[in-house]
């Protein structure tokens, strides 16, 4: 693979030589281009199966000027592969036959592009995936494992990448000892939700703006979800903080908990308090004004009435805060490593994270929680995909094997075709 920026230029030259092959070919054997990279890994060898026997009969080895275009693209592309180990991964000899090696050529080339596009591009998400324990524990397979829905966390702030546009683990963990933001972040959202769902239920029946909370549910629910995860932040960042200082889970959550509540009841008695040593008045109250500035629809209504809501959001927040609803109730140990092969469902992910949860003498809890890997985002893949592939289209004579493969079933294929 590519180490550094040294590798990384000697491959830009590699691909320009390569591109220029590909320039002069297409335009002679349009038809014997294909995409590797947005099917997946896991069907580069039945299309290339597939396929080669298609070209066998089409190509014409006869015509010097095609075969020995294809010959030097062939050897300029196995130079990459031999050298880079680009793509990772290959067992199979693909050089039996000048089409099957044609072919793996090409996949060749699209997957050095992509290596040269991730430093412009690169950004990290968390993606949930199944652990074993979990198929077991709810009696999925592994055939039924794409019908689940997928968690998908865009932390593009904490998930690090290098000048390459790697994962970059060291910078990530580094980070992440000095600040707990996965950690914290992962401990927010099992709470999140209802949270967000009981001070919008406040805001519709306990506010000054009921009316405004059913016309504009959507602004409402967003700037409760503002103010339920800054509330929420501030308290897991406190505890990871005590627990890391050696306090036990159960006495950190106590400490942390009565001086938010008295915070927030000097807040509602005075409406003020000089007490607020985690600011937290002051950040509901930023939170959620960048939320509502960044509606097109609130700027209809005048500075007072979004004030008020301003207000009576904190307000709200603050009462809630009081009577201690919906808080988390687990903290957790992440753990960095190397996917295994099963979990690379695609060429970017090189890690997974594992998560256990935190007793209450701060120790691990031996049993896998979850399990995330960390991958690109889909629409930044797509976009990383379509640029390395160069716009090839998938011919009809391999399109339904893939349809087939990716989606057994005839009814769903069907759904999706006409966009139902």
């Known amino acids: 693979m590519i180490n550094n920026i040294k590798d990384f230029k000697e491959l830009e030259q590699f691909e320009k030589q390569i591109t220029e092959i590909e320039d002069r070919l297409f335009p002679k054997i349009p038809f014997a281009f294909t995409r590797f990279l947005t099917p997946g890994p896991e069907l580069v060898d039945k299309i290339i199966e597939k396929y080669s026997s298609y070209l066998n009969q089409r190509l014409d080895f006869e015509d010097k000027k095609i075969t020995n275009l294809i010959t030097k693209y062939n050897n300029l592309c196995n130079d990459v592969f031999k050298k880079f180990n680009i793509p990772p991964n290959v067992h199979i000899n693909y050089m039996s036959s000048v089409e099957r090696n044609l072919l793996f050529s090409m996949y060749i080339a699209q997957y050095a592009r992509l290596m040269l596009i991730k430093p412009s591009l690169a950004k990290y998400q968390l993606e949930k995936i199944l652990s074993k324990s979990e198929r077991e524990l709810f009696g999925v397979s592994r055939l039924q494992i794409e019908d689940i829905p997928t968690a998908l966390f865009e932390l593009f702030d904490f998930l690090k990448t290098d000048e390459l546009g790697n994962f970059d683990t060291e910078k990530t963990i580094r980070e992440e000892n000095s600040t707990n933001n996965i950690k914290t972040f992962l401990s927010t959202i099992q709470s999140l939700g209802i949270q967000t769902k009981t001070l919008y239920s406040s805001f519709k029946n306990q506010s000054k703006h009921i009316p405004f909370s059913y016309i504009h549910k959507d602004i409402v629910l967003d700037i409760c979800e503002a103010a339920s995860q800054t509330i929420i932040e501030i308290y897991i960042r406190e505890l990871y903080k005590l627990i890391s200082e050696n306090v036990k889970f159960p006495n950190a959550s106590y400490t942390i908990k009565k001086k938010l509540q008295k915070t927030a009841l000097e807040y509602l008695n005075k409406g003020n308090t000089e007490n607020d040593e985690y600011q937290i008045g002051k950040q509901i109250y930023e939170n959620v004004q960048i939320h509502l500035n960044a509606f097109d629809e609130i700027k209809k209504f005048k500075e007072d009435f979004i004030q008020s809501l301003t207000q009576e959001t904190l307000r709200l927040s603050l009462n809630l805060l009081i009577n201690w609803r919906s808080m988390p109730k687990n903290l957790y140990y992440i753990k960095l490593r190397e996917v295994n092969i099963n979990e690379q469902i695609s060429p970017e992910i090189t890690h997974a994270i594992d998560v256990f949860r935190i007793d209450d003498e701060n120790n691990l809890i031996d049993d896998l929680y979850e399990t995330y890997v960390i991958s690109f985002p889909f629409d930044i893949k797509m976009l990383m995909y379509s640029t390395a592939e160069k716009g090839y289209k998938i011919p009809n ?24």
Do not use: F, L, W
């Not at 294929?413 to 139902?420: Q, V």
């Open 397 to 420: 004579e391999i399109k339904d094997m893939i349809n087939v493969y990716q989606e057994p079933s005839a009814i769903k294929r069907m759904i999706k075709k006409i966009g139902i």
